[in-house]
């Protein structure tokens, strides 16, 4: 301590009021204070809202795709390939639609020029939708599409 009584005397007070103070917190919270138990309706109506507020961002997809790929051998290889495009804004599906000729080709031309070895393999599957969406984007010229879905995806 400090050394001197009447200091010392006001620290203490200060120090015990503190810890009064600390425990009577611990003690309410744990013992006075009873959190009440969640309504079933409430819940619901709260659930309804955070739906109603969430909207699915529209998708636009592209009819299905048989593409001839490169193949070294005798055997031919084809892609057999579903994609959905979900652009940033809705709007954009219509630039999409509007584009549809032009899509189609930037994607037989990207996935005609990857091995389909490559294209069996998640990384080559990641890699032609990088392709397609730097593509379609610089051609756009904005960021168009946010994210692309293969539903349909075979290699034979």
Same mark, same amino acid.
């Given at each position: ?12 007070? #200060? $120090? ?31 659930? +309804?809202?955070?739906?109603e507020k969430e909207v699915a961002p529209e998708v636009y997809k592209l009819d299905k795709m048989i593409i001839n790929l490169n193949s070294q051998g005798s055997r031919l290889r ?20 509007? !584009?549809?000729?032009?899509? !189609?080709?930037? #994607?037989?031309? #990207? ?7 490559? $294209? ?21 010229? +904005?960021? $168009?599409?946010?994210? #692309? ?6 290699? !034979?």
């Amino acid at each position: 301590m400090t050394g001197n009584k009447t200091l010392d005397t006001i620290l203490v007070g #200060i $120090l015990t009021l503190a810890t009064a103070g600390a425990l009577g917190v611990f003690v309410y919270t744990e013992v006075v204070f009873k959190k009440p138990l969640p309504s079933d309706d409430i819940e619901l109506s709260n659930l +309804k809202k955070d739906i109603e507020k969430e909207v699915a961002p529209e998708v636009y997809k592209l009819d299905k795709m048989i593409i001839n790929l490169n193949s070294q051998g005798s055997r031919l290889r084809f892609l057999d390939v579903e994609i959905h495009f979900v652009p940033y804004k809705s709007e954009y599906v219509e630039n999409l639609e509007a !584009q549809k000729a032009f899509i !189609q080709d930037a #994607i037989i031309d #990207i996935s005609s020029n990857m091995a389909p070895e490559d $294209l069996n393999t998640v990384a080559g599957k990641v890699l032609l939708e990088e392709r397609i969406r730097r593509r379609l984007n610089d051609f756009f010229g +904005k960021s $168009l599409i946010k994210e #692309i879905f293969f539903s349909r995806f075979v290699v !034979q």
